[in-house]
């Protein structure tokens, strides 16, 4: 598809941005998700490298990034996002439990995806009682193929017209989709173990209360919001009502259709989310008295409620934690109880994405990672399975810090200082952390030199110090 052309479906007039703000949008992309997880190859990639289960919030607002600019107008924003995501996906790949093979450079598995929210976009219209007019389906299906070939995808790999599409759709949900550990995961644990985002972090009492009801609710409108004969066939629960309340939840969401243009706003709504009470952001002021406000209510909860108390960051914490803690907060990226290359690649990963990294700094990171990943190993995994048990790390040298991540620590500055002038200054760093300068790494010239940011970053990895600046970046949910 030529380039002129493709420009032409992106940007401010397209279907899909109408979406993007729509409260709707956030129930068809937990849809499309358990609809990805459902394909054996994805759902395989999901289970051996994704963070969605202990890093969701995260996870999320990097999607929303990545869809900003895939289908915003700025075509050289849209390219090096393209660039950036091929190079993500050429970098998993792997054998699932069943020792098949799966890997997301694969053009069929990178359509099922574009699928999934493309045919996830058309439902939540249907059943919030505005169907999309047939010539909008079209347009919304075009802006999607064109997103696919933003990837460098050639054509055939979705169907060339809407009617073949419906066809290939029902014969992947009828024929490959899979009753899948990440469908499970998503459907069954992920909603009822949610993490708290930054905003209500150190409030868990609310959170868990705010959880306890809403995740019930979650999952079961997914799950009845899915083609019929995939629920029959991976034997997905038929809760009485739930296809009423899939419906209201849905056709409420749609009221939002009469409410002033740009009250609701996805980056926004992400942002305040992210938004921690010792923010730079204007809006900090606010949200802290706020988090009073609501911690005097989680105080009231736990005396009505049985919801368990757990410390958080604003409770009085010690500033260290044990070798166990750091394994899970930290370490174990993928949640699944184990140190592996996954988890360091996913640190890598993360990093990048922050930094906005291109070729060849994002390898220099992830080769830094790798050699970490290789030291580590040597040193810590005890029984030679290829990967640390959290046991295993704390039964060895928990301070570990050798030569390898004071490389990590080393490339990780040298990235970030994008001026070469050996000090990390105030947009630098927030590009990196997200936030204004802290006082506690921040010298009197308001710079972050060379030897301060490795000493900071080896002892928040080596000597599990609690950081008001790393924690957000690479434990926050």
Known sequence: MPAAQLGS???????????????????????????????????????????????????LRNTLVSLQRMFGADDDARQREAARLNRLHTRLSGTDARNRPYDAMDPQVRAWVVATLFESAVTMCRLSGQPLEQSAMEKLYAEFQAFLAALGDQAGHLPPTLREFWQYYDHTVQTELENTQALRIILYKLFDHLPAPPLLDGLPTVWAAGRALAGPVIGTITVASLPEPFRRRAGLPEVPGAQTLMQSAYMAAGLARFLPEGWIRTEELTDLLYLSADSDDPRAATITALRGRMKRAGALFRLITPFPVQPGPDGGAAPGRSAEEFFDAVLDQTGDGFLDWPDLAAMARELSSRLDLDEPEETRLYNAYAEWWRELQAALDIDGDGRISREEYAAAVPSLAGPALIRVAEVLFEVTDTDGNQFIDADEYRALFRTAFRRTVADADERYSRS?????FLSFMSGRRRSSAYDPLLAGA
């Not at 301060?452 to 900071?456: E, G, K, L, S, Y």
């Open 9 to 59: 479906l992106f940007g401010p007039d397209s279907q899909f941005h109408r979406f993007f703000n729509d409260p709707r949008w956030a129930l068809a992309m937990v849809r499309a998700t358990v609809l990805e997880a459902a394909h054996p190859q994805i759902g395989a990639a999901l289970i051996d490298n994704s963070t969605f289960v202990a890093h969701p919030w995260r996870r």
């Open 452 to 456: 301060a940011f490795v000493q900071d």
